[in-house]
């Protein structure tokens, strides 16, 4: 970015302090979206070693049986039941629902589309995460 | 680098420091920042500090300002990292012995606090901010378009906007995202879509149905977190949203 624009930049956008619960949520969407993409293409590598046969195969999935592994996948874990949830509530605004009705405002001006429904579904969609994460980490760990 | 100079007053209890950004595009390479120390009361806003400044240290420091009283949306600015008005943001409610305060992200720069606006009233212009209409209640036989409280009520809170700009510095798109129409542009783009009297719905659409217009919003909601009006932005824009994806009509 110059300085004539005086942009704020990719440095801003994930800034996710200033603004509350709600930039934390959009970070977190953002963040979990590129972990799943970053995910699904090694996904498509790993599901590619079927060609390598039955050995080549085995010797792969060893891989995420390791402790290493056992984490990634419980943070994708995590990613997934983040994106999703966050994802209907999301999609539920962009509709327009939840976001509040039109009206005169009152000092100190709280705005209505960061009601406490929003807010809920943002905690939730972080618990929710956290719980299946959980679960998923005392699954792999506890064989 | 960074300058230190004190106006305390005698008769003032409290001092703080203030931290001004200055930068002139045409003769720095880069912004610095000055501190002055300055003192304030209870009712004092930023505003009036940096008015001190100019008045007893530094009289070069371009600040825009105007009404003083958050009605002309000039003194938009970043203080303590959060965009806000200058003049209705008391010192004391800052809780914090520096004071910093900076040009408004996603603005080009004119000189220190003064930023250009042009962008921002040329995407206003562009969803066409009036009553979109063939007849007009100017002639001399025509009645006034009549309206109900309930159809006031859809639209009168995004009217309140004063376009200060701190939505737009605010937003996460706009960060990054030059040709985005931002949601100052959007949450009126509602105002006139909603407004009962208002025939250019269709035509207003068309115009923020654009890869760089409504789809852009993500719905961060920190436009509404900033607003020193009441507008909400965040809300406008889903429930326009909600016109175009056919939830409303």
Sequence with gaps: MTQDEHKEGIKGMVNPSRYGIERVAYWLMRLSGLGLLAYFIGHIYETSNILRGRVGWNEFLELTQTTEGHILLAIVIAMCVFHTVNGIRVMLGHGGVGVGKPARPDYPYDPASQNYRHKIGIYSAIILAAIAMMYGLAVMFGE | ?249
């Design chain 2, 1 to 249: 680098m960074a300058q230190v100079s004190s106006i305390a007053d005698e008769q003032s209890s409290q001092s703080i420091t203030l931290r001004i950004a200055r930068y002139n595009p045409e003769k720095d390479n880069e912004r610095r920042f000055m501190e002055f120390n300055v003192p304030y009361e209870k009712w004092t806003t930023v505003l009036e500090a940096i008015l001190d400044v100019k008045k007893h240290f530094d009289h070069s420091v371009a600040v825009r300002y105007s009404c003083r009283q958050a009605t002309c949306g000039s003194c938009g600015m970043i203080i303590n990292g959060k965009p806000r008005l200058a003049c209705f943001t008391k010192i004391s409610e800052l809780d914090s012995n520096v004071v910093t305060v900076e040009p408004m992200n996603n603005f080009p720069i004119i000189r220190d606090l003064a930023v250009k606006f042009e962008r921002l009233f040329d995407t206003h212009h562009k969803i066409k901010p009036y009553l979109d209409r063939d007849d007009t209640e100017l002639t001399s036989d025509a009645k006034e378009f009549m309206q109900s409280p309930e159809e006031l009520e859809q639209y009168i809170q995004f009217a309140n906007c004063i376009k200060c700009g701190l939505c737009n510095s605010a937003c996460p798109t706009m960060a990054t995202d030059s040709s985005f129409v931002g949601p100052q542009a959007l949450a009126q783009a509602y105002r006139y879509v909603a407004d009962s009297r208002d025939k250019g719905k269709d035509s207003r659409l068309k115009i923020i149905d654009d890869s760089h217009g409504i789809w852009r919003c993500h719905f961060a909601g920190s436009c509404s977190q900033v607003c020193p009006k009441g507008v909400d932005p965040a809300m406008g824009i889903q429930l326009l949203r909600g016109y175009m994806l056919g939830f409303r009509s």
